[in-house]
Nanobody, 121 residues
Framework: QVQLVESGGDSVQAGGSLRLSCAASGFSIRNYCMGWFRQAPGKEREEVARITSDSNTGYAGSVKGRFTISRDNAKNTLYLQMNSLKPDDTAMYYC???????????????WGQGTQVTVSL
């Protein structure tokens, strides 16, 4: 059974840092494109970052330079290091996966349940 479980969400003050993790089970992430998405109350879900199976990365403009996506295939885990957090980063954060080697398609096949990040002034 394919499962993605996020962790690491918390309430922090602006300027702080968090590291989100996404543990995968039921499949190996090795040949998967992986991504982080977020959704704030009343807003549409948006892509935050993605990483290909060969570790090429892409970021939303709003997080570029502050967030870093990474993967550990041996641990079957995806990470999102978030620095210089802002109140606008407050959202539920989801990880997602889709089987694709060396590229990322538009749509993701598997999704986690999310972890809440709250940033206050």
């Amino acid at each position: 059974q394919v499962q993605l479980v996020e962790s690491g969400g918390d309430s922090v003050q602006a300027g702080g840092s968090l590291r989100l993790s996404c543990a995968a089970s039921g499949f190996s992430i090795r040949n998967y494109c992986m991504g982080w998405f977020r959704q704030a109350p009343g807003k549409e879900r948006e892509e935050v970052a993605r990483i290909t199976s060969d570790s090429n990365t892409g970021y939303a403009g709003s997080v570029k330079g502050r967030f870093t996506i990474s993967r550990d295939n041996a641990k079957n885990t995806l990470y999102l290091q978030m620095n210089s957090l802002k109140p606008d980063d407050t959202a539920m954060y989801y990880c997602a996966a889709v089987r694709r080697v060396n590229s990322c398609p538009s749509n993701f096949a598997y999704w986690g349940q999310g972890t809440q990040v709250t940033v206050s002034l």
